[in-house]
């Protein structure tokens, strides 16, 4: 029985490795500037429309995940950063996983605009409660409060 047990005990954790390994990564982008962050609000789907979120999306096969925040704020906000390092940990979506990038603008870079979203504004540390974020998004506001104010 015990061994039977164990089978299936491994056989169970087996399946969340793999699921875990085969899961999508999303990256999102913590693009700061002078103590604050920025928020764009989702125009897309309908059910996460008007909600906040820290900028970024899925990253591509054999593309690294400080490449694909590049591209996506390149796409979604038509400015260049510059990734610097995690933020948070890795945070459980439907779509898989969304890892945080921190970034700052790179000098010179156009000012970001909400090219595929509805608005973009630049958040204090104080007003981060107070936008409607998507539900990812939430868990790391604890680590992006900090990280905006160890500035
Ligand atoms: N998502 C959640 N929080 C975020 C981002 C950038 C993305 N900060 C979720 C929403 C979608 C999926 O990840 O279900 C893919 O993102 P996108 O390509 O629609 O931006
Ligand atoms: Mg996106």
């Not at 979203?117 to 981060?128: A, G, I, N, S, T």
Request: proline share 8%.
């Amino acid at each position: 029985l015990v061994h039977r047990l164990l089978a299936a005990r491994a056989a169970a954790l087996t399946q969340r490795a793999t699921a875990l390994v085969a899961a999508p990564v999303v990256v999102a982008t913590a693009l700061v500037r002078d103590g604050r962050v920025l928020a764009a609000q989702r125009s897309r789907p309908a059910a996460l429309a008007g909600r906040w979120e820290l900028p970024g999306g899925r990253v591509e096969p054999g593309e690294s995940e400080a490449d694909a925040v590049v591209r996506e704020c390149r796409e979604e906000l038509g400015t260049i950063v510059r990734p610097d390092g995690r933020l948070g940990t890795d945070l459980p979506i439907e779509a898989g996983v969304l890892r945080v990038h921190r970034a700052t603008p790179v000098p010179g870079a156009p000012e970001p605009r909400p090219l595929e979203h509805r608005d973009v504004r630049w958040v204090e540390p104080h007003e981060l409660a107070d936008l409607d974020w998507v539900d990812a998004d939430r868990a790391v506001l604890g680590d992006l409060a900090a990280e905006l104010l160890s500035q």
